[in-house]
C-alpha cells in the first residue's frame, strides 16, 4: 500500500510537469508572425527590383530562424498600400514591418481605430513628433532600422568623381547633373544632402542641375534625352538610384555620348555592373538584419531593438560578387541565418559574402 501511494504521488508530481515542459517546447517551437507591407513589386519593374529583393533576403531569414512572415506587395500605390496596412491591423500577426513612404504609414495610423503594439519600421520611418503622436495613439513602436542615406549621397559623388579623375582623358574639372529620387522621402532628401555636402566642398565639381525623376528608369530616359544635349560639358551623373542610372545610360548610348559620361546610381540592382560606371549599395540587406534582431529581441538576448541608422552602403567592386549573384538569382539558401541571431557572426555584408560561394 505504501508503495502504491508513493508511485501515485510521483505520477501526481511527474505528470503535471510534463505538461508544462511539453507546453513550453511547443511555444519555444511555434513561428513568431510577423507581416510586412513592401511599398514595391513582387517582381521587376521601372523602378528597379531593390524592394523585390529585400523581401528574398527577409523570405530566407525568416525561413532559418523561424518566422512565420506573410508579405504584403503595395505595388508602389500609397492608395494600396494604406488599405493593405488596415488589413494588417486587423490580422493576428504579432510583429507589423512597415516602410513610411512619404508619411502615407504615420497618415493611415493616425487615422485608425485599430492600434498595434508592435511596429517596427524599416528604411524610413516617422519622425520624432510622429512618433510621439503614434505612442500618444497607443501604438507600440518597437524598432526602426534606418540606412545612411546621407552616406550613400556623399559616398556616390565622391566615387563618382574618383572615377572621372582616374579614367582617360582625366580631367581637373568636372561638370555633374544629378536627378534626384523625389521631393518627399526621407531616402532622396537624405541622399540629396549627402551630394550637396560633397560637392559643396571640392571646388573642381559644378553641378549644373537637379531634377526629380521620382525613382523612375522611364522618367529618367524622357529627362534626359533634353538634359544631355542642354549640358553639353557634362562628364559626371549622379542618380538617385540604379533605375534612374539605367534611363540615363540609355539616353546616353541613343546620343552616342555613353562613353563621355560616368554615370553611378544605388542599390546594386541586376546589371548595374554591366550598364554603370558605379552602383552603391548593401542597404537591401537590413530587412533581413532587422529579422535577425527581431528574433535576437524575441529570445530575451537584447533588452530592445530601438532606432538604428546604420552606414551599410559601399561602392560594388567584384569581391561583393558571391552576394550579388546571391540575392538576384535568389540562392541565399547556402546561407544559415539562424547563426546570426545567437551572435556566433555579425550580420554585415562582409560575413554574408563569405557564407556564399560561386
Not at 517582381?43 to 525561413?63: L, Y
Not at 496596412?85 to 495610423?109: C, F, M, N
Not at 540604379?242 to 546589371?271: P, Y
Not at 557572426?345 to 554574408?352: F, L, P, S, V, W
Request: hydrophobic share 40%; aromatic share 10%.
Amino acid at each position: 500500500m505504501k508503495i502504491y501511494n508513493f508511485l501515485y504521488l510521483l505520477v501526481l508530481i511527474v505528470f503535471p510537469l510534463s505538461i508544462v515542459v511539453s507546453s513550453f517546447d511547443a511555444h519555444a517551437s511555434k513561428p513568431l508572425k510577423v507581416t510586412f507591407i513592401n511599398p514595391g513589386f513582387n517582381s521587376d519593374n521601372p523602378t528597379g527590383n531593390f524592394w523585390f529583393n529585400v523581401s528574398n533576403i527577409m523570405d530566407a531569414v525568416a525561413e532559418d530562424t523561424n518566422i512565420e512572415l506573410t508579405t504584403l506587395f503595395a505595388q508602389r500605390n500609397h492608395i494600396l498600400m494604406k488599405q493593405l496596412t488596415r488589413q494588417a491591423l486587423e490580422s493576428d500577426a504579432e510583429y507589423l514591418i512597415l516602410v513610411d513612404e512619404k508619411r502615407v504609414i504615420t497618415e493611415v495610423l493616425l487615422s485608425s481605430e485599430k492600434t498595434h503594439q508592435n511596429i517596427l519600421f524599416l528604411l524610413n520611418s516617422p519622425n520624432k513628433l510622429a512618433l510621439e503622436r503614434l505612442s500618444a495613439k497607443g501604438f507600440g513602436v518597437k524598432a526602426a532600422i534606418l540606412p545612411d542615406n546621407y552616406q550613400a549621397g556623399r559616398l556616390l559623388a565622391r566615387e563618382l568623381v574618383h572615377k572621372a579623375n582616374t579614367t582617360p582623358p582625366k580631367t581637373q574639372n568636372h561638370t555633374m547633373l544629378a536627378f534626384l529620387g523625389d521631393i518627399a522621402t526621407n531616402a532622396a532628401t537624405e541622399r540629396e544632402q549627402g551630394l550637396l555636402s560633397y560637392t559643396n566642398r571640392v571646388s573642381n565639381v559644378t553641378l549644373v542641375d537637379k531634377v526629380d525623376a521620382q525613382w523612375s528608369k522611364q522618367r529618367a530616359l524622357e529627362l534626359s534625352r533634353g538634359l544631355l544635349r542642354r549640358y553639353r560639358d557634362l562628364d559626371i551623373v549622379w542618380c538617385a538610384n540604379d533605375a534612374i542610372a539605367f534611363g540615363v545610360s540609355q539616353a546616353a548610348v541613343e546620343l552616342g555620348i555613353r562613353d563621355k559620361l560616368q554615370i553611378g546610381g544605388i542599390n546594386w540592382d541586376n546589371e548595374h555592373d554591366s550598364k554603370l560606371d558605379i552602383s552603391i549599395g548593401g542597404h537591401v540587406l537590413l530587412g533581413g538584419y532587422l529579422l535577425i534582431e527581431l528574433k535576437k529581441y524575441q529570445k530575451g538576448l537584447v533588452k530592445y531593438i530601438g532606432t538604428q541608422k546604420i552606414a551599410i552602403f559601399r561602392p560594388y567592386k567584384s569581391e561583393f560578387a558571391p552576394i550579388y549573384k546571391a540575392i538576384h538569382e535568389d540562392r541565399l539558401n547556402q546561407v544559415d541565418f539562424s547563426q546570426f541571431v545567437n551572435d556566433k557572426k555579425d550580420y554585415n555584408i562582409m560575413t554574408i559574402n563569405s557564407e556564399l560561394n560561386f
